[in-house]
């Protein structure tokens, strides 16, 4: 059974949301909150995150045993140019985060969990990612 996590960005996020742009949010959710580099990133033949290639999609090493099924499978490009902002656009992404369904209304794959996110940390995250080379 797959677990659904609700996240509720609130407490020190939110001072600081008022702070930030919304693309400064958005990147400080996607790299600090819910590090999603650690799966969307390829790394290094040292095992480093490729900084070069952030956000442009990895092939996953999950050894945790639950995840079995999931090693060597490939995390999605999340930037302008990759598949899915292309295909989903601007708001599907935003639907997916808030809902953890993708525009067809399908759940979300293992292991990436499925988010519900508020609106506002949803559409900061599509913001960043719009930004991305």
């Not at 999603?36 to 290639?53: F, M, Q, V, W, Y």
């Not at 953890?100 to 559409?123: C, I, S, T, W």
């Amino acid at each position: 059974m797959r677990k659904v996590f609700s996240v509720v960005l609130a407490g020190a996020s939110m001072c600081c949301a008022a702070e930030l742009s919304a693309v400064d949010y958005g990147r400080y959710l996607v790299e600090e909150v819910a590090k999603c580099g650690d799966c969307h990133t390829p790394r290094t033949a040292n095992g480093e995150l490729d900084i070069s290639k952030r956000l442009k999609g990895a092939t996953l090493d999950v050894s945790a045993p639950c995840d079995i099924k999931s090693r060597g499978k490939a995390s999605p490009d999340l930037t302008p140019s990759g598949d899915l902002l292309r295909r989903w656009g601007a708001q599907g992404m935003v639907g997916f985060l808030r809902t953890g369904l993708d525009p067809q209304g399908h759940p979300v794959a293992a292991p990436m969990p499925a988010y519900k996110l508020r609106p506002h940390d949803a559409e900061a995250i599509v913001a960043y990612l719009r930004t991305l080379k």
